[in-house]
């Protein structure tokens, strides 16, 4: 058992060890855990067990919630399935798949956003991730998705009208959220944008799916959506 995972291979370029055995105990008080920057850069990523050591934390304490922000930053070569893996996630989950771009996301439609705060360029650069969204996306406290689907050309989107549907939402910034999501099919009509009054910058590229303002959220307002 390890306590402190954070930062821990962080800078590792070459890193292609066996993390299987690895098991970040949560924070007695809380129930936290912390693997945030856990391998960060770490560029030319061939190690294993990076799925067992995420089964090892979620079930030493299925009630334990991830901090994860900058976890497998910039790591291209890295491929996760997450299936039968229903992740909690609290606080900042910024840049944390950011530059994955072998990143598929196989069973990610089930993580639990239900405690982030900002999923900021969460996924950007993620040139193959496709997967489709479940109720547990709700982010209800999250006040920044700016840049998360940034250059996710191949990122459909299906699932994702459940990100911020219905009050109460907090969210004040979705600058570049699909930018270059070409590929996008899902629309946002119910999305509770109320402190979002005008379309952000950028929020899709001329010609893309997200620029079209009939699938955009209605601005500055908060519809009831079944």
Request: contains cysteine.
């Amino acid at each position: 058992q390890v306590v402190a995972c954070r930062g821990m291979f962080d800078g590792w370029t070459r890193f292609n060890a066996d993390v299987s055995e690895i098991n970040c105990v949560p924070n007695a008080a809380n129930g936290q855990i912390d693997i945030s920057y856990m391998f960060t850069n770490c560029i030319r990523y061939t190690g294993t067990g990076l799925r067992n050591m995420l089964a090892n934390i979620h079930n030493s304490r299925a009630d334990a919630s991830l901090s994860i922000s900058v976890f497998l930053h910039g790591c291209t070569l890295v491929n996760l399935d997450l299936t039968g893996l229903p992740l909690r996630f609290h606080g900042n989950m910024v840049q944390a798949f950011a530059g994955c771009q072998n990143l598929l996301g196989t069973g990610f439609g089930t993580l639990n956003l239900a405690a982030v705060t900002s999923t900021s360029s969460l996924f950007a650069g993620c040139l193959k991730l496709n997967f489709r969204a479940t109720a547990s996306w709700k982010a209800p406290l999250c006040t920044s998705a700016d840049s998360m689907f940034k250059d996710c050309t191949e990122m459909e989107g299906y699932g994702m009208e459940e990100l911020f549907k219905n009050a109460p939402t907090v969210v004040n910034n979705l600058s570049n959220f699909g930018n270059n999501a070409n590929k996008w099919k899902q629309p946002l009509t119910g999305w509770c944008v109320s402190k979002i009054t005008t379309a952000p910058n950028i929020f899709g590229s001329s010609g893309f799916f997200l620029a079209q303002v009939s699938n955009q959220p209605v601005w500055g307002t908060c519809p009831v959506v079944s």
